[in-house]
């Protein structure tokens, strides 16, 4: 079974431009979330959809911050502009959502990471 | 690839040692648990879970405990190898959610 895949893997820009990260999850997951990682924390949810409707996006910086999963299945994320503070792991991470069960894993891709200088 | 947790909490251990990380969660309602394992350069592996009605739960070379009294959760690893070496979060999960909040982490060090 293939992961979760995410592209691009590293990227590197300067503060104030633009940047975009891709993520496939899973086939067949319906639930799909991105994590911010800052070097040296855990990874903090930014917005979790399931299928391509928003389900939680209340710790996403909505004035830089914005994503979308039109179709259900992939998903982009995009920062505009960028801040030195945004330097970190993004993180896709995707679900199988069973009817009445709370534990479904999440399985996470290996991440982009984001320089801004 | 990049380094995770350099500024960690690190646990060294000797290989074939028995490792205990520890984790305390913040959230008393959090009715979910789980420990994920995180090599540089990698996303976090689901290592095993843990559900509040259960205080014990083993997996292949791992346990994890959970005291709910003082919110501690503990991932024990057996005859710990080099291939374990990483940094370990745990993660809770409050009733309702499917979002995950981690912990801050411990990296693991195996020696040969």
């Known amino acids: 079974e293939a992961g979760v895949a995410q592209s691009p893997r590293y990227k590197i820009i300067e503060k104030r431009q633009s940047v975009a990260f891709w993520c496939n999850p899973i086939s067949g997951h319906a639930t799909l979330y991105w994590y911010q990682q800052i070097l040296g924390q855990g990874p903090k949810l930014l917005i979790q959809?399931?299928?391509?409707?928003?389900?939680?996006d209340s710790q996403l910086p909505k004035d830089r911050f914005s994503a979308e999963r039109l179709k259900g299945v992939d998903s982009t994320l995009k920062i505009q502009p960028a801040k030195l503070e945004d330097s970190a792991v993004y993180l896709c991470a995707s679900s199988l959502r069973l009817a009445g069960v709370n534990t479904d894993t999440q399985y996470f891709g290996p991440g982009t990471r984001l320089t801004v200088l | 690839g990049e380094s995770v947790g350099l500024h960690l909490p690190t646990l060294s251990v000797q290989e074939g040692d028995n490792s205990i990380i520890n984790c305390a969660y913040s959230?008393?309602?959090?009715?979910?648990f789980i420990w994920y394992k995180q090599e540089s350069g990698k996303g976090p592996q689901f290592i095993i879970d843990?559900?509040?009605?259960?205080d014990k739960r083993q997996g292949q070379r791992v346990t994890v405990l959970l005291n709910k009294t003082v919110k501690h959760l503990s991932l024990q690893i057996a005859a710990t190898q080099p291939g374990d070496s990483a940094v370990y979060f745990c993660a809770e999960r409050a009733p309702g959610r499917r979002a995950l909040t981690f912990g801050s982490g411990t990296r693991l060090q195996v020696q040969p």
């Open positions: 843990i559900r509040s009605n259960m």
């Open positions: 959230n008393s309602a959090s009715d979910y």
């Open positions: 959809f399931q299928n391509n409707g928003v389900v939680d």
